[in-house]
């Protein structure tokens, strides 16, 4: 079997993703299985490791780099949040030590924190990995990068470098309010109808705010005015639309960073609002941490 | 015991209070039970009535009016919503008849609905009786009144009629997203600390949207920068923040009808914004509902 040159590990809150890459960064082999940190029993991140990969560690030395939620808090060890702007060398020279094995160390990749000029702090932890990932796809220049989903990110890249983000809750908000709110109740099925998320976009650049908006998902409903089946989309574009009129500059081609059926719709979105954008693709998190490899610390 | 004129029922989701009103309107005894729509069996309205004001209604032929969701689909009887601009005799007009008893014709006070220039329409249920109860005490002209709750209302009322409205979903997000959201998770209890409160205002003045804004509930809490304890209030005062900076035209005096303790937190929140306002008394159904008996139809 061909020499591994890293151990990548993608370590989210939902999933696990391993990697073994080749000097050249090819996937040579790779694991994936449902053992997010939140699934992880007694904080055994060691154990859950070794069961997924231990094969590859026992057959090689090259080093372990894990990004994503494993280094939050409820993660594996807390890896602080370094400053922006911040590279690849910046995020090395912040990554956080563990040891993966009794004796051997590994690193995780730490998250990212940036303060504006007013309001509280801004977090990502994850995203910046998969940033450094399409470094190479989108090289040097100034860069909006849109990273759409549960918390979306909104990237502004200088020469390589994330500069500041926002993040926006729309993925959560959309899910607590399906889940759980009276606007959920007169719901059919999750999928998103797109004349329904069409007209939610559009309703969101009228006035009145979001907390209004959101009463006529329920009056549309209760009026017959749009199906039950297409008020899921009406709710997706309502919350899209209000991210989009908020985020980024407006004007700039966005790059969107995400799983393909989300990424299309923010497509779809930033079009029907006559704002440029290009799809990445979202298979990236291995790709910044074999950017990271160069700069890892010499023992 | 003294004479009955009206038997005046405000019958909410989640309570029952019934008034037993002399001919000036004063209350003689009343009634109140957690018996709202939603807890009532079987849909047994007619039986929970006559548990609750059974002695009453025998002992007087005074007429029954009701008010609140009992009119709704998930009500006693549906009764369609009347159209702005709506007063006392154009809600009169709209009575929907329900038999309290066998062969004893009660009524229910329509909601109403309104249609902008674009956008869906908007519902109230319960609230336009509730207004009906304050104009004795506001007068003729043009006002500006707040319903603050789970749905907020914002009502321009004219001359005694409700030219239009507003709802904003306020409450219920807060509620959600308190305990359904991850932002919930970093917060202890859920008292309003003003300080915390009076800083969520201050936020939602900033640009970046409320999706964004969300988050930083999330990172004061991670940073410790607003105590577990306070972010409630934060959260409370970002949303109720948002939704001032949509409702109404941003100068009028604002009345505000509702319950005391959140009243005084928009009273406080208004000031903040420099708004003026006037709390009205809260306790209006009953006086709404004695306010139509004149208009009530003839047998």
Chains 1, 2 share one sequence.
């Not at 989309?233 to 969107?256: C, P, Q, R, T, W």
């Amino acid at each position: 079997m061909p020499d591994s040159a890293l151990f990548a590990v993608d370590w989210g809150t939902s999933s696990f993703r391993a990697y073994r890459l080749d000097a050249d960064g090819a996937v040579i082999e790779q694991r994936q299985a449902p053992l997010g940190i939140l699934k992880v029993a007694n904080g055994d991140f060691a154990g859950t490791l070794q069961g997924e990969i231990g094969g590859w560690l026992a057959q090689s030395e090259a080093p372990v780099l894990m990004s994503g939620m494993i280094g939050s808090r409820q993660g594996w060890s807390e890896a602080p949040y370094a400053p922006c702007p911040a590279g690849l060398a910046d995020l090395a020279r912040h990554l956080h030590p563990v040891d993966v094995t009794p004796g051997r160390r590994g690193w995780i990749v730490p998250g990212l924190v940036h303060r504006g000029a007013s309001g509280p702090p801004d977090v990502m932890r994850g995203e910046e990995t998969q940033i450094m990932g399409v470094l190479g796809a989108i090289g040097a220049g100034r860069h909006l990068i849109c990273l759409p989903g549960t918390h979306s990110k909104w990237v502004e890249l200088v020469d390589g470098r994330v500069a500041g983000f926002t993040t926006h809750m729309t993925g959560e908000v959309f899910a607590v309010l399906r889940q759980h709110s009276i606007l959920g109740r007169l719901m059919e099925g999750d999928d998103v109808d797109l004349d329904g998320f069409d007209r939610g976009l559009d309703r969101a650049r009228d006035g009145g705010g979001v907390l209004h908006h959101l009463f006529g998902v329920r009056t549309h409903g209760l009026f017959g005015e749009i199906a039950a089946s297409a008020l899921p989309g009406y709710l997706s574009g309502l919350l899209i639309g209000h991210e989009l009129a908020n985020a980024g500059d407006g004007k700039s081609e966005v790059l969107i960073l995400g799983a393909a059926e989300l990424a299309r719709l923010y497509q779809r979105a930033l079009a029907r609002f006559g704002r440029p954008s290009r799809l990445l693709d979202p298979d990236a998190a291995h790709r910044g941490l074999f950017a990271l490899l160069p700069h890892l610390p010499k023992d």
